[in-house]
């Protein structure tokens, strides 16, 4: 996946409260969200003028900005326009609501026990992620540890709540009083056509045959999410059709770093330097 090449580096004193910071980390979970997602992050996080608020693996944290960085490969920062071309410097768009209720979020003490993980589950289940651009052998075993996850946290062994981009977004489409920080989030469905050199490749890129195991397994993933999730699913079958026309208000949880990245409501401000070592 090629990143961005004109992207204008800033300082970390630039950041400003209100600021939606999307970045790129070390691992096989990161590998595999931005290929499932299509996109050029990992994570979605938000800076409350102070320090950063993100979902992660010890739940909803607050992270100094330093750290952040260092431990990231990148992290680019996104700043609030609004669709009337608004922002939180102009009359009647203060950022205290939407820093409000990121630190609602915070001091509610979130818990979750794989956010990642969990976030790559919903990827591969709401994007679908197409078995010959990704070894098969690859996403059986992706799968399977998805599957034991939902399976944990059905059995209330783990504790199923917000994920990284689902709580940036939160925050601005709950800020009150008015509501109307919402991010316009539009799709990111189409044919994934990137590759990634950590993940095994299908060489030829040609039809295979249908997994039965493999398919089997997905079915039974995708069954136990919308029990997780019983409000979602109703709407089930109109998700397709949100994420592709772009909504005001979506299912948050179907909310990825690739949405967050895309939004018309966010617009790229450049990359934050590392601090010297």
């Known amino acids: 996946m090629k990143e961005k090449t004109q992207i204008a580096e800033i ?10 910071l999307l970045s790129y980390g070390d691992g096989w979970i990161s590998d595999v969200i931005r290929l499932v997602d299509g996109g050029s992050y990992s994570h979605a996080a ?3 003028g102070e320090s950063i608020v993100e979902a992660g693996l010890r739940g909803v944290v607050s992270t100094p900005l330093e750290k952040e960085v260092n431990a990231q490969k990148y992290v680019d920062v996104y700043r609030f326009i609004s669709d009337n071309q608004m922002n939180f410097s102009s009359p009647d768009w203060p950022v205290e609501p939407v820093v409000q ?45 998805v599957f034991k996850l939902f399976k944990r946290i059905l059995e209330g062994k783990e504790t199923k709540s917000v994920v990284c981009s689902e709580l940036v977004y939160r ?42 195991e493999l398919n089997k397994l997905l079915e ?38 690739h949405d967050l990245q895309i939004s018309p409501n966010l617009e790229l401000i450049g990359r934050i330097k590392k601090s010297a070592r």
């Open 11 to 20: 300082d970390m004193s630039e950041v400003r409260a209100g600021d939606v």
């Open 46 to 48: 938000f800076f409350n």
């Open 171 to 212: 925050s601005f489409y709950e800020a009150i009083p008015k509501k109307k920080y919402g991010l316009t989030i539009k799709g990111t469905l189409a044919p994934i056509m990137v590759q990634l050199d950590s993940l095994v490749e299908n060489e030829t890129l040609e039809a295979s045959p249908p997994d039965k």
């Open 101 to 145: 209720r990121a630190n609602y979020y915070l001091e509610k003490g979130t818990k979750y026990a794989d956010n990642q993980l969990y976030l790559v589950g919903v990827l591969i289940l709401i994007r679908k992620l197409p078995h010959t651009r990704v070894e098969k052998a690859v996403l059986r075993a992706i799968i399977a540890m």
């Open 220 to 257: 039974q993933a995708e069954q136990m999410y919308w029990k997780i999730n019983p409000e979602l699913a109703p709407s089930k079958h109109k998700i397709d059709s949100l994420l592709k026309a772009g909504n005001p208000l979506v299912s948050a949880e179907m909310v990825s770093p």
